[in-house]
């Protein structure tokens, strides 16, 4: 019968440690960090500067993406060639109590932007309000100017971990801004009077 030599079983028992200390941290019921969120309600609310108007766009999908179609709302027209300060609210609807997202984000504001990218810039133009600490744009708050009469349309995307300092991004551009889609809405129809 072969016996063991301590030495080379103490060696064993330090270079298993490692190993043993490497697979408990692979085991953890943790869940997996950013994981996407569920996101059933967009709201748009638009005051205008002079405090004489306000509007709101929404949209609402109950399920989340895939599954039934979400909706859109508009609660009246915009008027023309006016600025609107817009606040945006995500919202996790499914859950009780409702799940206010938005919070998250601005807790992320370095991981985040929205971008607003208007069909017809004859009608609408956006700009950043708000900023993270590095002074990057995030978009939980706009300017939104309308300049005619019609009816307009922008799609509104927001990013997970863009490349905030690529090309275009710090003006609004998607384009080079890379990371993951956590949001893409087409907001038509948009009755300026």
């Known amino acids: ?80 060639n006016t600025h609107y300060n817009l606040d945006i609210e995500l919202l996790n609807e499914s859950e009780t109590p409702v799940e206010n997202i938005t919070e998250e984000i601005h807790d992320e504001k370095e991981a985040h932007q929205f971008f607003f990218i208007p069909q017809d810039t004859s009608l609408l133009n956006f700009q950043y309000r708000d900023f993270d600490a590095n002074g990057d744009p995030v978009g939980l708050k706009m300017l939104m100017q309308t300049k005619g009469k019609g009816n307009a349309s922008f799609q509104l995307i927001l990013r997970h971990e863009p490349d905030k300092k690529a090309p275009g991004v710090i003006s609004g551009s998607p384009t080079n801004a890379g990371g993951e889609t956590d949001i893409e809405l087409h907001f038509s129809g948009i009755a300026i009077q």
Not at 6 to 11: E, H, I, R, S, V
Not at 14 to 23: D, G, N, T
Not at 52 to 66: R, Y
């Open 1 to 80: 019968m072969a016996c063991l030599n301590p030495l080379n079983m103490k060696n064993y028992i330090l270079y298993s440690l490692p190993l043993f200390f490497l697979a408990l941290t692979q085991c953890t019921d943790d869940p997996i960090p950013n994981e996407s969120e569920l996101i059933t309600t967009v709201n748009l609310y638009f005051q205008s500067v002079d405090l004489k108007d306000s509007v709101k766009l929404s949209f609402f999908d109950p399920d989340g993406d895939g599954g039934i179609s979400g909706t859109y709302a508009q609660s009246k027209a915009f008027l023309n």
